[in-house]
């Protein structure tokens, strides 16, 4: 019995350190240098709810990764038949990420060859012979649609990693959720509006023609001849045109050029002449072609297009050589700034969309964990008061219970970097509540025990006999739900789910082996005469 | 100390019928209200955005409305937050950020026209689109049945199937109850409410299983005794575990009720409104269930063997072990 004991007392007792190590971090200031040397360091990790900062979900819109593919694909289809010199053809895109080929009858079989040589990508969901024409309908594998969606999620968490490293931000969470979303924690971040702006433009940067030989007011009324698109350029601040000059212009539907081909970009201050400017830098590949697109077309006008927006269509005076262009506009040096990271980080391959935000500032974040340790102060206390007034002895003896299943909680807490939130926070507090539910039922079971006449050495061995059972089906029961809120909870949810379950653990471990401890202790030294119940 | 004096002998079971007509009546109300005007959902549910704002100074509903201008027209609901004289407001839109577009902006240069730069601060920001919502208004509703019907299933594999049923029973009648108090009391529904309805299935499940532990028990101690002399006797030997389990946990709520601020007070309501339904519906519920049950279990066997007495019914159970 006495070994049993102290084998136990030095179990709790060498739990009771681990926990103040592991505790120490967040509690105590300045550590010892020699601590972190070889003992933990991290502290209670803060959700975004306490410390500030944001919480973002993107949806990846694949289907448009998809249809751009489609159109390179259906651009590709076009070059290929006319070099092999197959004419009549005509390629069109349908129904999002279908490719529909009318072919003139002589030419069937030879389209037949080509499509199996050299577009094995498609497959032929449907032909349609009809008055001399076929009709071709193609589209993409499933597979292949699989791992372009696989890749536009893929890229765009990548490309949206690399925005905001160069932004600055530490400890960011940045993971994919589900099919096509994208989770994004931004601890600690002042300015959620500039982040958003950042990591949600497309960045789809494209060098186009102007055609000045269309009228541009017919343009707008009747909409722009086959092969030309009408872009706008906006004046002053603000996408979509708020609060500026909506300026447009007919440009020629190709893209020349995208921003694939940019290794580097920076700001250039503003002179007299203009105002801060972003400089591109482009590898080998996009300096020969930027040097052939400007050589072709000296004295026409190149709109330089990014995420379908004109941000200015400058005359090309001579051939351009040595890889660097520049776009100009009206913006500030902040905006100069921003434009410059999702130029270096790449264009997203899909755009992105934002249905969940989430943001907290500073000042919030510290008047919750004040009033959260206020409530949790006032809770506690009013528990152990009431144990100690109703069960004196053993209401002391549940009390201390309850201080080391907190204890235990927190260091649980940090040694997992389970990170704690607001209702993670009402969680330990209402747990406190619940943790002495198992000394009131052995408690009570004592009570009966001894009203029967038992003595109290036998009282308290059948109260904790009798007593187990109920305790550990409440506690399974409570542990489940939580179990279910954790799987179904986002965020702060989920921190409340986690301290539930695991201050279920460590209440069964206090108030019931560790609350024994003392009786056996008693029970092995002397008699138990008498207990305080 | 002692609230419950040992030996206290009430006959629950007898008002069992009045608890059953009257909790009927109300879960049916709650039901009623519940498809004909439905909760009032918050944004994580019904999607749109949510700012919480705090002010230097005194401000009115009103002159906020005034300052948001564009923002604060149409369905914008402006209210007060958070304790007396903190002077923070929520402002509820009906779109996203994303759909406003930076929305942070269009506030700061509204509010701080009339209020001055640093009078006042944008403390949060919540938008969640209309997918998102509705994913987590199913989701919510499907773990909170789930929840409920594996205690069901918990307590069904630790004891009877009858027992199960009553516990699942007198969950649903706890959520109900929360629900109901909840929409008199114009408590939006949103993420941390679907948090407190399945803590209230996992916690007021515990005063079930109290009394059904010791009604399995006094089964297998006392034999000449009828059933529902059984189900009273356990339910009036473990009153005071019942109220003391529950009353330590009222302490705390209440405490995180008064001061745990305003994203807390709606979560503590619920569990206080759950934690006390619980205690009653474990009395008054569950074991008239498990009676019920059994009378039938009996009836339908009665008929089959060419009648039995009802007072004959004896708690014949043989124990399982």
């Known amino acids: 019995m006495r070994r049993s004991v102290a084998i136990r007392l030095g179990l709790f007792i060498v739990a009771t350190l681990v926990s103040l190590v592991y505790l120490a971090p967040t509690f105590v200031h300045d550590l010892p240098p020699w601590w972190s040397s070889f003992l933990p360091t991290d502290r209670i990790h803060l959700g975004l709810d306490l410390q500030g900062g944001s919480h973002l979900l993107l949806e990846v819109k694949v289907e448009k990764a998809i249809e751009n593919n489609v159109e390179r694909i259906k651009a590709d289809l076009t070059n290929v038949l006319r070099d092999r010199g197959i004419s009549g053809v005509s390629v069109e895109r349908v129904q999002g ?78 993971q994919r959720e589900g099919q096509q979303e994208i989770l994004i924690q931004l601890p600690g971040i002042q300015d959620p509006e500039r982040a958003k702006e950042i ?7 494209e060098f186009k023609l102007v055609d000045d030989t269309v009228n541009v007011e017919e343009a707008l009324r009747n909409g722009p001849p086959p092969g030309r698109q009408i872009l706008y350029g906006y004046a002053g601040k603000g996408e979509g045109g708020v609060g500026g000059d909506k300026t447009p212009y007919v440009v020629e539907s190709r893209t020349l050029m995208t921003g694939e081909y940019i290794t580097d970009a920076r700001v250039r201050p503003s002179s007299q002449l203009q105002g801060p400017y972003v400089e591109l830098i482009l590898n080998s590949t996009g300096a020969r072609l930027f040097e052939q697109i400007t050589a072709a077309n000296v004295k026409r006008r190149l709109a330089i297009v990014l995420d379908n927006r004109v941000y200015s269509a400058p005359v090309i005076q001579e051939r351009i050589g040595g890889g660097r262009a520049s776009i100009t506009g009206s913006f500030d040096i902040k905006e100069a700034r921003d434009l410059a990271i999702v130029l270096r980080a790449g ?71 389970a990170v704690l939130t607001l209702p993670g926070i009402a969680g ?55 179990l279910i809120l954790f799987q179904f909870g986002t965020g702060p949810i989920k921190g409340f789910a986690v301290t539930l379950c695991i201050g279920i653990l460590t209440t069964v471990i206090t108030a019931v082996y560790m609350t024994r401890i003392y009786y056996d202790y008693r029970m092995a030294t002397r008699k138990l005469t008498r207990i305080s119940i | 100390m002692e609230l419950i004096k040992p030996g206290l002998n009430i006959a629950f079971t007898k008002y069992r019928h009045i608890a059953v007509v009257l909790s009927t009546i109300v879960n049916l109300l709650v039901l009623v209200l519940l498809f004909t005007q439905g909760p009032r959902l918050g944004v994580d549910f019904a999607g749109g955005t949510v700012v919480q704002l705090k002010f230097q100074q005194k401000v009115s509903v009103p002159e906020i409305r005034a300052a948001l201008g564009q923002l604060g027209t149409g369905d914008t609901v402006i209210q007060d937050f958070g304790q007396e004289g903190s002077n923070e407001f929520l402002v509820r839109l009906e779109k996203t950020s994303v759909e406003i577009g930076a929305l942070g902006e269009q506030l700061r240069a509204g509010l701080s026209k009339r209020f001055g730069p640093n009078g006042f601060e944008i403390r949060r920001i919540e938008s969640v689109g209309p997918k998102v919502g509705k994913e987590l208004r199913e989701r919510g509703a499907w773990s909170v049945m789930a929840a409920t019907v594996m205690m069901g299933i918990y307590i ?105 601020g305003g994203v807390i007070r709606p979560f503590a309501f619920a569990l206080l409104v759950g934690f006390f339904s619980g205690v009653y519906s474990t009395i008054f519920i569950a074991s008239p269930v498990i009676l019920l049950w059994e009378k039938g279990a009996v009836k339908r066997k009665s008929i089959a063997e060419g009648g039995v007495q009802k007072s004959e019914v004896r708690a014949k159970h043989t124990p399982t072990k």
């Open chain 2, 156 to 260: 069904w594999f630790r004891f009877e199937l009858r027992f199960g049923i009553g516990a699942v029973i007198a969950l649903i009648h706890d959520v109900l109850v929360t629900i109901g108090a909840l929409m008199l009391g114009h408590y939006e529904f949103d993420l941390t409410i679907i948090a407190a309805l399945l803590t209230i299935v996992g916690f007021s499940v515990n005063d079930t299983v109290i009394v059904c532990d010791r009604i399995r028990e006094n089964m297998r101690k006392i034999r000449r005794e009828t059933l529902e002399g059984i189900i009273n006797m356990s339910i009036n030997e473990t009153l005071s575990r019942t109220i003391i389990t529950t009353g330590t946990a009222i302490m705390v709520l209440l405490a995180l009720f008064a001061l745990g």
């Open chain 1, 97 to 174: 990420t279908q490719i529909q080929l009318k072919v003139p009858a002589a030419s069937v079989e030879r389209v037949r060859g080509l499509l199996k040589s050299d577009f094995a990508n498609l497959t032929v969901v449907n032909t349609q012979a009809s008055g001399g024409t076929t009709e071709f309908f193609l589209t993409l594998s499933k597979e292949e649609i699989r791992s372009l969606r696989d890749y536009a999620v893929d890229q765009s968490l990548e490309t949206i990693r690399n925005r905001i490293d160069q932004f600055g931000v530490s400890e960011p969470v940045i």
């Open chain 1, 428 to 482: 330990i507090v209402l747990i406190a509540g619940m943790a002495v539910d198992a000394n009131v039922l052995i408690n009570e079971r004592i009570r009966e025990e001894l009203r029967a006449g038992r003595a109290p050495r036998s009282a308290v061995e059948a109260g904790y006999q009798h007593a187990l059972p109920a305790i550990i089906d409440t506690n399974v029961t409570t542990f489940l739900s939580g």
């Open chain 1, 347 to 417: 264009a997203l391959p899909a755009p992105v969309e934002i249905i969940e935000e989430r943001s907290v500032g500073p000042s919030l974040g510290s008047d919750s964990i004040r009033q959260g340790i206020i409530s949790f102060v006032v809770g506690i206390s009013l528990v152990i008061v009431f144990m100690i007034i109703y069960y004196r002895g053993a209401g002391v003896l549940a009390d201390v219970a309850l201080v080391f299943h907190i204890l235990f909680l927190l260091a649980i807490l940090a040694a997992f970097k």
């Open chain 1, 199 to 205: 990591i949600g433009k497309t960045a789809l940067l």
